[in-house]
C-alpha cells in the first residue's frame, strides 16, 4: 500500500514528540527512508539514491553608511533590514539532481526572486556534470563561494563589478586528483528575467588546481576567463581572472586579480583578504572553493582583514563604480553550525578625487 506524503509527515512529527522515541526507520513500501536535521531537513532512501531536503537561510543586518562626494556632499544612512532571507529545496534521483532557490527577502529588493532553479546530471562521473537552468557562472573564487561561508560580511568591491554571479545557461563541470582539480564551462543569458535574454550571450570557463590539500594546509590557484555579449558593441566585455588561495592551520589567505577590456576602455583590479580562527581549527575547502568555518565546543571567533584597490563597485561605501581603495576590518562568531554573528568596518576612498566613504555593519545570520 503506497504512502501518502502527509502521512509520512505525521509519521515524522509522531516520532519527534514520542518521550520514548529509539532511533529507526520510517518503513515505506520500498525502501527504508532516513531522516537527517543536519544542515537543514534531509530525507533520503537507505542507498541515497533517492533523496529530498529542505533548507535556507536568515541574515538580519545593521548598517551604517556615511559619505562625503562632490555630487551629494556628506550622507549618513542607517538601516536594520534582511540582507538576505531565502529557502532552498534540493532533490536528487539515480543521476539527476534538482534545486530551487527562492529569494522571501533580499536588502534593496522586494524579494520574490529565483536565486537558483537548475537540473544536474551525474551520471558521466565526477569529472562530467552538465548543468542546465539557472545557477552560479563559474568565474571568480570569492563570487563562487556562498554568502553564508565568507568571512568578510559582504564580498570586494571588485568581485561586486566583474562578476556574473548567477544566470540561466548551460554549463560542464567536474573535479578529480583527489579534488585537487576542478573545471567549470558554459554558455549564459548575459542579462537574464527578460523574454530575449539569450541573444546577448556570456560564456565562462574556471579552472582550479590545490598542490597541497591536507586536513591542516591548502594551496590553491586558479584562473578564469569571461566574455559578456551587448547589442551595443561598447559595452561587450572580455575579462580574465586570476586566483590563489591558502590555508595552513588557523590561518587563511586569499587575494583575485582581474582585468577587463568594455570596448575600447580597459579596467582592473585586486583584493588581498586575510583571517585568522582565534579558537584554532582550519577553513573547510572542497570543489575549489572556501567553505564555512567549523565551529569548535563553545564556539569559534574569527579575525578577517581585507585590503582592494582598483576598478570597482564600492556602493557598499557609497562610492559606487568607481577607480578607489578600500580596506576592511571584521570579525565573527560562530556560535554553532547554524548561528554566526560577524561585525564589520569599510572604509572607502577614490583615487581620481576626494571622495570617500565608510560603513559599518553588523550581522545575524542563521541558516539551516
Known amino acids: ?15 519527534a514528540l514520542s518521550t520514548n522515541a529509539q532511533a529507526g526507520q520510517v518503513r515505506t513500501d520500498g525502501q527504508d527512508i532516513i531522516l537527517s536535521t543536519k544542515g537543514g531537513l534531509k530525507l533520503q532512501t537507505e542507498d541515497k539514491s ?19 562626494t562632490a555630487a551629494n556632499g556628506n550622507e549618513t544612512l542607517e538601516d536594520f533590514d534582511a540582507r538576505r532571507a531565502r529557502i532552498f529545496l534540493r532533490g536528487h534521483f539515480n543521476d539527476f539532481e534538482m534545486k530551487g532557490e527562492f529569494n522571501l527577502a533580499e536588502s534593496g529588493t522586494s524579494g520574490g526572486s ?15 556534470n552538465v548543468t542546465v537552468g539557472k545557477q552560479r557562472v563559474p568565474f571568480g573564487l570569492e563570487v563562487l563561494t556562498s554568502a553564508n561561508d565568507i568571512s568578510a560580511l559582504e564580498r570586494s568591491a571588485i568581485t561586486e563589478l566583474y562578476t556574473l554571479d548567477r544566470s540561466a545557461g548551460f554549463k560542464l563541470s567536474g573535479q578529480g586528483m583527489e579534488d585537487r582539480f576542478t573545471y567549470g564551462i558554459g554558455l549564459f543569458e548575459a542579462n537574464g528575467n527578460g523574454t530575449n535574454d539569450f541573444q546577448e550571450q556570456a560564456f565562462a570557463g574556471r579552472v582550479t588546481f590545490a598542490p597541497i590539500i591536507t586536513k591542516s594546509s591548502l594551496l590553491h590557484f586558479g584562473a578564469g576567463f569571461q566574455t559578456i555579449g ?13 586566483e590563489v588561495a591558502g590555508a595552513f592551520g588557523p590561518v587563511h589567505a ?9 570596448g575600447p576602455q580597459k579596467f582592473d583590479g585586486y583584493y588581498v583578504q586575510v583571517g585568522y580562527l582565534l579558537n584554532g581549527g582550519h577553513r573547510p575547502y572542497t570543489d575549489g572553493i572556501f567553505k564555512r568555518v567549523k565551529p569548535v565546543q563553545g564556539g ?6 581585507r585590503f582592494e ?3 570597482g563597485d564600492f556602493g557598499d561605501v557609497g562610492l559606487d563604480e ?47
Open 300 to 305: 569559534t571567533w574569527e579575525l578577517v582583514t
Open 50 to 68: 533517492a533523496g529530498f531536503q529542505i533548507g535556507g537561510r536568515l541574515q538580519w543586518d545593521y548598517t551604517q553608511d556615511e559619505s562625503d
Open 322 to 368: 568607481i577607480d578607489g581603495q578600500q580596506t576592511t576590518f571584521g570579525v565573527n562568531y560562530y556560535m554553532n553550525d547554524a548561528v554566526r554573528i560577524g561585525l564589520s568596518y569599510m572604509d572607502g576612498e577614490s583615487n581620481t578625487n576626494s571622495d570617500s566613504g565608510n560603513e559599518l555593519r553588523m550581522r545575524l545570520q542563521f541558516t539551516y
Open 230 to 242: 551587448a547589442t551595443d558593441p561598447l559595452q561587450e566585455s572580455d575579462t580574465a581572472n586570476f
Open 114 to 128: 529565483v536565486t537558483d532553479l537548475y537540473l544536474k546530471y551525474k551520471g558521466f562521473g565526477e569529472m562530467a
Open 309 to 311: 584597490e582598483g576598478d
Open 254 to 262: 586569499q587575494a583575485e586579480y582581474f582585468t577587463s577590456d568594455v
Open 1 to 15: 500500500m503506497k504512502t501518502s506524503s502527509c502521512s509520512v509527515l505525521a509519521l515524522l512529527m509522531l516520532g
